[in-house]
């Protein structure tokens, strides 16, 4: 085992580690950046230079990934088909697509079949990152989860319509959804065995003012089909299960906790997910990771602000429980200010503060 892995596997035990783990995934455009601040070749990886001791590997979830086909190109981007079925515009430079066309619209009839879950070349990439990275880091396998992935076949405005207008329906696709994730989830956790950590539920409901739902919605339609994933994953030898939220999900989170789960990431505070009061809410029931400042205070490279910054998150691990980082690393991060996060994560990463 790694040090990294062990180091992970202890603060998510809430044991104190040689020292706190790191994780923080990184834009295109600052690892561009990055490379020509320190005149680096094109292989050099930010996360090893770090020190980042977890990735996350995603087999392919799609429900019809024999689907995915590049249709037509020119100089302003692609248009594609998805494996969730939909049609899509890839513009050059842009992190998102634009989705054109879903499969489930309005006054469609019923969804085909998905594919099979155990199709062999769903895990191809999945393996391969496995394989390359579980020497060296923490690796945790990856699924979508009810609320965000039903969204693809609906498209997000429709879809929050059918949950505030004919909640059963939408009860009823995102079930459908949630069998064939787990299923997807389960056989990532049996290809990838002990060399897995566990598995992340990535499913963004949140926004920076609350929940894109109800806490009564949530309860109603999506708690359950959370609970059985988790307890599908655990039974499935996961160690750890770990739920990704951007956004403030304050009002679900104690159902989500009931739900089984062991972590949250990304502990926003731009979103009001104060880490010190989660910290004091939840004890040793809730591990966190995340909780710097990517919004203000590591843009503005401030070092007062980024040194308080750091201190205050490290403070909610002294007992561990603990994997520090922040939602992700942008363009309008300073690679100087990464660096001297960097720099203080070294000096202070053994709990001494």
């Known amino acids: 085992m790694s040090p990294s892995e062990e180091r992970v596997r202890a603060a998510l035990r809430f044991e104190t580690p040689d020292r706190v783990p790191r994780y923080d995934s990184f834009w295109p455009e600052f690892v561009d950046g990055w490379r020509r601040d320190k005149d680096l070749d094109r292989e050099a990886d930010p996360a090893d230079w770090y020190g980042i001791d977890l990735t996350v590997a995603a087999a392919d979830e799609t429900p019809w990934p024999s689907s995915a086909e ?18 899509v515009h890839d513009r050059p430079g842009a992190q998102l697509s634009e989705t054109l066309s879903v499969a489930l ?53 429709q879809w929050l319509m059918d949950l505030a207008g004919d909640e059963s329906r939408a009860r009823d696709l995102a079930a459908r959804v949630t069998e064939h994730l787990t299923a997807v989830g389960v056989e990532s956790l049996r ?95 809730l591990a966190l990771i995340g909780g710097l400042d990517n919004a203000y205070i590591l843009p503005s490279g401030d070092r007062e602000r980024i040194a308080a910054d750091l201190r205050r998150v490290l403070a909610a691990g002294r007992e561990g429980g603990l994997i520090v980082g922040s939602h992700s690393i942008g363009p309008d991060v300073p690679v100087a200010a990464y660096d001297y996060l960097h720099q203080l994560e070294e000096e202070w990463g053994a709990y001494s503060l």
């Open 70 to 87: 590049t249709r037509s190109g020119n100089g302003s981007g692609a248009i594609k088909q998805d494996g969730w079925g939909r049609t």
């Open 105 to 157: 619209p309005e006054g469609s009839g019923d969804l085909p079949e998905f594919e099979s879950p155990l199709l062999p070349g769903r895990y191809a990439g999945f393996e391969a990152q496995v394989r390359r990275e579980h020497s060296h880091r923490a690796v945790f396998a990856k699924t979508g989860g009810p609320f965000l992935r039903t969204a693809n076949l609906r498209g997000e405005v």
């Open 191 to 285: 290809r990838g065995g002990s060399r897995l950590c566990g598995i992340w539920i990535y499913d963004d409901i949140g926004a920076n003012a609350g929940p894109m739902v109800s806490p009564r919605t949530f309860e109603r339609v999506f708690q359950a089909l959370l609970a059985g994933m988790v307890a599908a994953y655990k039974a499935a030898g996961a160690r750890f299960v770990v739920f990704h939220s951007d956004g403030n999900i304050l009002p679900l989170l104690d159902m989500i906790v009931e739900a089984g789960v062991d972590a949250i990431q990304p502990v926003e505070p731009k979103a009001g997910m104060d880490i010190l009061s989660l910290r004091e809410r939840y004890g040793e029931r």
